[in-house]
């Protein structure tokens, strides 16, 4: 038995007995028969970033063929800001490969993610998910290459405080129960992500947690593994789904929020990166960081600070990205660095057998690492549009591989120290700066977006839409936030769902 499918979790893939890329309308069709399945639901992600969700009944087998087969109506205009009110209907067809079993529905219901279509048939050209698949097209055109990438969903579970065992406040980074309250409720978010077909790495506390007014505030991370970026875009939507759902029915309440309070730790949805050729890794060559992971990370840095405006949505943003928080404020990148833009973690480069040497009874063996390596940026938060933020990172790597100077420019931009040290003063003094509000992303963006509608990847409507929002926002009123905390209150409270 091919072992992607007997570990996996998802119920459509035991039951087919096949990967999801190779689910048909057929399968689809076989496997409601099969287990009495009386509803499908439509799940599409809209403008604010949330999914939308779209119920039928199934009368009988014809329905059933036709609602997969030719998708059903929706209103685009009260999805997205860009489609005008009169010509706002759009096409809503099901993508096969996303068919999960709903796991918080009574009666037996199947999912599954949809692409938006226009009137003439044709992939809808602003839509999230044919902005992110144009990205990566563009990229593996222009570079030969395959852009994977996994996030790390940061968040916090908000549960009324028992006064057993509290965290240490700000220390609760891989805390175990029963110091962590949520353990429980994060492992069970797993099983169900996991069963609607995300590639889990691993799942943990992390460092935020303190209290207030009676109230826990634990700060927890799932962690993704590298795929296919349109998967990953899918999986981080329909995780942050699953986690609110099952929040609400143990009671808790669950923000993506980038920063709730003064003082402690924000969330942030940092995105790995890997490149492939023919399955395998070019993100290491001899020991150390490919001349093809520089340009890419070149590309970020000449893009990184029009990128904020696909992953950092909202004033609140803002307030994370500052100084001394492990969250990026220069546009620079390092190895195993916290203080930088973009981070490479460690990528088991050594060729020492590790696990021999803590189990002794083990023979060394040779196994092939090199998928290991990935780079991380680490300014998005959870109020970002994951496609388009995705889709950003696709654009600017290849904006890397176009660039001439790429590799001088990730010289320029390396640094190896704790850029916030008094120390280095000098060198932070050379670096640029990301934006510090919506408005100034906004104009980032509108300066660069030549380069982000190169190829046809993002619509003028969709940057014209993206900068608009962020322009809507008042600057002023979060400049006075940062130094009155009801005020900063009043704000985060507005943002407190955002994604």
């Given at each position: 038995m091919d072992k992607t499918i007997e570990f996996n979790q998802n119920l459509v893939v035991k039951s087919l007995q096949k990967p999801p890329h190779e689910f048909t309308r057929a399968d689809i069709i076989k496997f409601v028969i099969e287990n009495d399945i009386k509803m499908v639901n439509f799940m599409y992600?809209?403008?604010?970033?949330?999914?939308?969700?779209?119920?039928?009944?199934i009368n009988n087998l014809e329905y059933l063929e036709t609602i997969l087969s030719c998708g059903e109506r929706v209103d685009g205009s009260s999805l997205f800001p860009f489609v005008e009110a009169g010509s706002s209907d759009l096409y809503v067809i099901p993508r096969y490969s996303t068919a999960f079993v709903d796991p918080f529905s009574e009666?037996?219901?199947?999912?599954?993610?949809?692409?938006?279509?226009?009137?003439?048939?044709?992939?809808?050209?602003?839509?999230?998910?044919?902005?992110?698949?144009?990205?990566?097209?563009?990229?593996?055109e222009t570079t030969g290459l395959e852009f994977y990438a996994m996030g790390e969903l940061e968040y916090y579970v908000i549960s009324d405080d028992d006064g057993y065992f509290p965290t240490t406040d700000q220390r609760g980074y891989h805390e175990s129960a029963p110091f962590a309250k949520c353990t429980d409720f994060r492992q069970e978010c797993m099983k169900y992500i996991a069963q609607a077909g995300g590639a889990i790495k691993y799942g943990h506390s992390e460092v935020g947690n303190f209290t207030l007014n009676g109230r826990v505030y634990e700060q927890n991370e799932i962690e993704f593994l590298p795929v296919p970026a349109s998967h990953a875009a899918d999986q981080l939507v329909v995780a942050k789904w699953i986690i609110r759902n099952l929040a609400y029915r143990y009671g808790y309440d669950i923000t993506f929020a980038p920063k709730i309070t003064v003082g402690k730790a924000g969330s942030g949805l940092h995105i790995h990166m890997r490149f492939t050729r023919d399955g395998k890794s070019v993100?290491?060559?001899?020991?150390?960081?490919s001349d093809d992971a520089r340009r890419a990370i070149a590309g970020i840095m000449t893009l990184a600070d029009s990128l904020t405006a696909f992953g950092n949505t909202n004033p609140t943003s803002y307030f994370r990205l500052v100084p001394h928080q492990e969250a990026p404020t220069n546009i620079c990148w390092g190895d195993r660095n916290r203080s930088v833009l973009v981070r490479v973690p460690l990528g088991w480069t050594s060729d020492v057998d590790m696990s021999a040497v803590a189990n002794p009874s083990e023979k060394p063996i040779e196994v092939d690492k090199s998928l290991k390596q990935t780079f991380e940026i680490r300014s998005a938060d959870g109020s970002a549009d994951v496609y388009q933020l995705l889709a950003g990172l696709a654009v600017a790597c290849r904006h890397g591989f176009e660039m001439d100077d790429a590799l001088q420019v990730a010289q320029r931009t390396y640094v190896d120290v704790n850029i916030h040290d008094a120390a280095n003063a000098d060198r932070l003094a050379q670096l640029e700066q990301l934006p510090v509000n919506c408005r100034q992303s906004a104009d980032r963006l509108d300066a660069k977006r030549s380069i982000f509608e190169k190829y046809g990847v993002f619509s003028p409507a969709m940057i014209d839409g993206i900068t608009a929002k962020l322009r809507a926002y008042d600057a002023t009123e979060a400049e006075a936030a940062l130094n009155d905390t009801d005020k900063m209150l009043a704000l985060v409270n507005r943002h407190f769902h955002c994604g």
């Open positions: 992600p809209a403008a604010d970033g949330r999914l939308k969700t779209l119920n039928f009944v009666i037996p219901t199947l999912t599954m993610l949809c692409s938006f279509f226009d009137k003439d048939g044709r992939p809808l050209d602003s839509a999230p998910d044919t902005t992110l698949k144009k990205a990566c097209n563009a990229f593996t993100m290491t060559e001899n020991g150390r960081l």
